[in-house]
Structure formats: C-alpha cells, structure tokens
C-alpha cells in the first residue's frame, strides 16, 4: 500500500506564502504521476495541481496559476506544492494523491488510487 503524508498546513494572512509536502512511503515513487487537490467546506473536492512521474510536466488549476508551484523530489520521495499570494478562497483542507495507473486525467478525483489525510489551509483577511 502506498502511504502519502501531508504537512505544512497553518494560518496565514491573505498575500502570504505557505509551502506544502507530501511524504510518500514506498520505492516506486517515481513510477507514479501525483496531483494536489483541496476541499473547503460545503465545496466538493476540486483539482489543484498535478506532476508527471518524471516532474517535467506540471498542470495548474486555473484558480492557482501564477501563485502555485508544483514539484517533486523523487530521491526523497516527496511532493510539494509552493503557494503565493495567498488569498481567503485558498482556505481548504488540502491533500495529496498518486496515481498509479494510466488512467483517467490529471484532472479527476477518480483518477487517483491513494490519498493523504489531508492538511488544513487556513487563510485570514
């Protein structure tokens, strides 16, 4: 079983910065394409970024672009995901999924085959 593990979470004030990871367990971590995603409250969970298995190609929301980064260190089996310009509609809980099948879209929940426990993103105007 793969085992993601989210961290850097917390409150920030709106125009700040947070750097999210992902910690994955396991030594295929390379072989899997990885995506963040967030769910607020009443909201369903939405697409946030997505990476490639090699890290070269990287898919934004179109709500994040121009604030969020994301990237992958496949040495140390790690995702992250580097938020700017933060503003009250990031506020969600955000969590990370590997896809480990080539199926489905970057883009689509469904897609992936395992899940973090999410970390909380708390944004203050």
């Known amino acids: 079983q793969v085992q993601l593990v989210e961290s850097g979470g917390g409150l920030v004030q709106a125009g700040g910065s947070l750097s999210l990871s992902c910690a994955a367990s396991g030594r295929t971590f390379s072989s899997y394409a990885m995506g963040w995603f967030r769910q607020a409250p009443g909201k369903e969970r939405e697409f946030v970024a997505a990476?490639?298995?090699?890290?070269?190609?990287?898919y934004l929301a179109d709500s994040v672009k121009g604030r969020f980064t994301i990237s992958r260190d496949n040495v140390k089996n790690t995702l992250y995901l580097q938020m700017n310009s933060l503003k009250p509609e990031d506020n969600a809980i955000y969590y990370c999924?590997?896809?480990?099948?080539?199926?489905?879209?970057?883009?689509?929940?469904?897609?992936?085959?395992?899940w973090g426990q999410g970390t909380q993103v708390t944004v203050s105007s």
């Open positions: 999924a590997a896809r480990t099948r080539p199926v489905g879209n970057y883009y689509s929940t469904r897609a992936y085959d395992y």
């Open positions: 990476i490639s298995r090699s890290g070269e190609s990287t």
